[in-house]
């Protein structure tokens, strides 16, 4: 069974319309990132958290933004989507120095 | 230049073979290593986990990491069709976990029956 999990599992949205991806994890985790994934690429880091009301920018340029005003919840928002956020996006989250745990991701097509 | 470089395959071997799946790095801060599994439309899930060079095991899965060459490997010994996933190699410094890992861009392994 899961312990983070992220809905939608697949969305389809048109193009200008505000979005939130959701991600939530019951281990109590104080770290929580979102990756970017494309089909055979690599993961890309476009958000992260140490703990509440901590949020920082990743490596990959995003129009995205974040909140963690609960240790549990960290929403990913598009305000306008464009076809070239089309892409899988993974929520994870981190207890200190230890691996992470991905949630099953979210994909998303804008049209 | 890439701070992980990852062979991204496609790599395919008949059932009960041993595979071997390699990650070079260039950061030598770099002390905690990780392997992940992922299979098709679905999160990374985490199959091994070492901060030391040298060789750990678990069931049919090996990990190796050589910190003088910069390298570490994972091997799958008697593979079966249910190994077939895309495996990525992660790693990172040693902290309290504040920085992110760095990931390679995985290599797809499909294993015939």
């Known amino acids: 069974e899961a312990d983070i999990y992220q809905t939608p599992r697949y969305l389809v949205i048109g193009t200008g319309k505000k979005i939130t991806l959701e991600c939530s994890q019951t281990?109590?985790?104080?770290?929580m990132y979102w990756y970017q994934q494309d089909p055979g690429m690599e993961l890309h880091l476009i958000h992260y958290?140490?703990?509440?009301?901590?949020?920082e920018k990743g490596d990959l340029s995003s129009e995205s933004t974040v909140s963690r005003i609960r240790t549990e919840h960290f929403p990913l928002t598009l305000e306008s989507a464009r076809p070239s956020h089309t892409s899988q996006y993974l929520c994870?989250?981190?207890?200190?120095?230890?691996?992470?745990?991905f949630g099953s991701g979210t994909r998303l097509t804008v049209v | 230049q890439k701070e992980v470089e990852q062979d991204p395959g496609p790599l395919s071997v008949p059932e009960g073979a041993i595979v071997s799946l390699n990650c070079t790095y260039s950061?030598?801060?770099?002390?905690?290593f990780m392997w992940y599994r992922q299979y098709s439309r679905k999160g990374p899930e985490l199959l091994m986990y070492?901060?030391?060079?040298g060789n750990k095991e678990d069931g049919r899965f090996t990990a190796q990491v050589d910190k003088s060459s910069k390298y570490i490997s994972l091997f799958i010994r008697d593979s079966q069709p249910s190994d077939s996933a895309t495996y990525l190699c992660?790693?990172?410094?040693?902290?309290?976990?504040?920085?992110?890992?760095?990931f390679g861009s995985g290599t797809r392994l499909q294993v015939q029956p």
């Open positions: 994870a989250s981190r207890q200190g120095a230890g691996g992470y745990t």
């Open positions: 281990m109590g985790h104080d770290k």
């Open positions: 958290s140490y703990g509440v009301n901590s949020t």
């Open positions: 950061n030598s801060a770099f002390q905690y």
């Open positions: 070492t901060y030391s060079s």
């Open positions: 992660a790693m990172t410094v040693m902290d309290t976990g504040r920085r992110a890992l760095t």
